[in-house]
């Protein structure tokens, strides 16, 4: 069996030109769409690198709008793929703006079928290099340690910790949001170790663990017979910060009389301790954190929006676990040889099923629910290898056990992006099959044959 030519996706409406394309290009798989419903499900179908988009589609075919909305939703979908336009209308003007879109090149008609085939084969080219450095990217990006202790190889996260250091050396205030247990106190400690204040302190207070009567003295101190068991003059955290950070995590649960008083020191830097009468500046960097919508608090009026925007100068998203591909396993490896070490020696690593297992499991708890599952596989694992089991992921796992084989590592992933698209089509068969990009009768032959139901 030859090898498998690579699909060159034609979007044309004009039949003459399908038919002429469709012959012109025997090294290719050309595949044919004619609007903008059959592009996309060809596009999830083939997966192809290259493109040929007419901008004039129906329902406007003397026009570009339909042909722009196509290639907004290839950049969308795929952003690598090459997209070459073609316009019947003189305008350069249209391919141009392609271009700044997302498009790899264009050609003018009339159509040059020598011409437009040099295009598209450089195009493959240079989808082949970028590919191979992505690939060689990610492979040098394994194990990789940012802001000194972070342990990632997404790239969406090696994207916050960028933006991270390149906010570090300043004193702005910086927000992040974020799901519990993703890491937002690391980040926060790595903000502070590349900042000019690493040899400052770094002060950490949770907002929601300490009782509302007690957090404003938490924060900025009181003296001494100030209220019933104030035996001496205490520092609050800012004060205590001095110099360096302060990290407020869950800032959403201070009390709005709280929340004024914070504004004040945030406008005058200065503080003043409960049962104190004297102004003490304080020079402390705010970094802060939660998984709340202040701004829907904000409407509810349970948070000051003066203040979310004194804090908030630098708002940084933090994904979840679940959205950080890859990185489940590789601080799974993490924490398994730190625990391992501390607790039980004997164990060296992890079973092919608890590989599979970290990986397909959603982390509704993140980082921290992680961490908690691997430092108890480790306690209770009996071999040199943690499985499933000691993961105690025995009742959530579809597959066996002893899933060693590629066939059945298939089947596994099936079922997880068969029930992902299931449930974002909220069990629409003939959407669920434009997500996969497979037809109807194929999408029930699998639903059958994994025992799903719609």
């Not at 924490?335 to 070490?341: C, D, H, P, S, T």
Request: net charge negative; charged share 30%.
């Amino acid at each position: 069996m030859g090898e498998k030519k690579p699909a060159l996706l034609v979007i044309e409406d004009d039949e003459g030109l399908q038919a002429q394309l469709k012959w012109a290009y025997d090294d290719f798989e050309v595949v044919i769409a004619g609007d903008r419903d059959s592009a996309i499900a060809a596009l999830r179908s083939e997966a192809p690198a290259v493109v040929t988009l007419d901008l004039g589609l129906p329902p406007d075919p003397d026009g570009t709008s339909e042909g722009f909305a196509v290639l907004d939703a290839i950049m969308a979908l795929k952003p690598d793929t090459k997209v070459i336009v073609a316009s019947g209308h003189g305008a350069r003007e249209s391919a141009l703006k392609a271009v700044e879109r997302g498009a790899y090149d264009f050609y003018q008609k009339p159509l040059d079928i020598d011409a437009l085939g040099l295009i598209v084969r450089r195009a493959f080219n240079l989808h082949a290099i970028e590919s191979e450095n992505r690939r060689l990217l990610a492979h040098a990006s394994e194990d990789k340690t940012v802001l000194g202790r972070l342990i990632t190889g997404a790239p969406e996260m090696v994207k916050v910790a960028r933006t991270i250091e390149r906010v570090a050396s300043t004193n702005v205030s910086v927000m992040l949001l974020g799901a519990s247990g993703t890491g937002k106190e690391l980040l926060a400690r790595g903000l502070h170790e590349a900042s000019n204040r690493a040899d400052r302190p770094f002060v950490a207070i949770n907002c929601a663990a300490i009782p509302e009567n007690l957090l404003e003295s938490e924060l900025f101190g009181h003296e001494k017979g100030a209220f019933t068991g104030a035996v001496k003059t205490t520092e609050g955290k800012i004060e205590s910060a001095h110099g360096g950070t302060l990290f407020l995590d869950e800032v959403g649960d201070i009390p709005l009389p709280l929340q004024v008083k914070l504004l004040r020191f945030l406008q005058e830097r200065t503080i003043e301790r409960i049962g104190g009468r004297k102004q003490i500046a304080v020079d402390t960097r705010i970094v802060c954190a939660t998984h709340q919508d202040l701004e829907a608090m904000i409407g509810e009026g349970t948070f000051r929006e003066d203040l979310f925007y004194r804090l908030a100068e630098i708002v940084i998203r933090i994904p979840t676990l679940a959205e950080r591909h890859g990185d489940a396993v590789l601080l799974a490896k993490a924490f398994l040889k730190r625990f391992a070490k501390e607790m039980n020696p004997s164990v060296t690593g992890f079973a092919p099923d608890a590989l599979s297992a970290i990986d397909a499991h959603d982390w509704p708890g993140n980082v921290r629910e992680l961490e908690n599952r691997v430092k108890r596989a480790v306690i209770m694992a009996d071999g040199k290898l943690v499985n499933a089991g000691d993961l105690d992921f025995v009742d959530e796992a579809e597959e066996p056990s002893d899933v060693l084989n590629l066939k059945a590592a298939r089947e596994a992933a099936d079922r997880r992006v068969i029930r992902h698209a299931l449930a974002r089509s909220e069990g629409n068969i003939s959407s669920s099959a434009k997500l996969l990009g497979i037809s109807r009768p194929t999408l029930y032959d699998l639903l059958k044959q994994y025992d799903l139901h719609a």
